[in-house]
């Protein structure tokens, strides 16, 4: 996964065609593009931001696998479904090794999704706690 295949996929692929406008798209400034690229480290959340912007996979701006666009996905249910399972394996696994890593992947997961973590307080806002889940993350 090196910054400049991502770049091209997406300057392929969307009307994104230089670092102003990837920055714009990612939140950010031109200048933490050019050093992200010198880096060679293509932020996932960028890529999220992205592929929402644009109707195309995450997955596919980061590896060039699977289907390009969220249209062309036969299921996309069963594509989230399978995603999130192996999310859940991972992190199962992760865990069993190094129990703090939960509390870690929250907070990275917290901090590229700030969305959720309004989601999660509005949801403890109306009474459904953590602990009302059927779904336990590790």
Do not use: C
């Amino acid at each position: 996964m090196t910054f400049e295949k991502i770049w091209e996929r997406i300057k392929n692929e969307t009307k994104i065609n230089n670092f102003t406008e990837l920055a714009r798209v990612a939140k950010t400034t031109h200048q933490y593009v050019s050093r992200k690229k010198k880096a060679n480290d293509f932020p996932i959340k960028w890529a999220y931001l992205v592929a929402k912007k644009y109707g195309l996979s995450t997955e596919w701006i980061l590896t060039g696998k699977g289907p390009k666009r969220l249209d062309q996905q036969t299921t996309r249910e069963s594509y989230e479904n399978e995603f999130l399972e192996l999310v859940d394996e991972w992190l199962t696994e992760l865990t069993r090794k190094e129990p703090r890593r939960a509390e870690w992947f929250r907070y990275q997961f917290e901090d590229s999704f700030p969305g959720f973590k309004e989601w999660m307080k509005r949801r403890e806002a109306q009474g459904q706690g953590e602990g009302d889940t059927n779904r336990n993350v590790a």
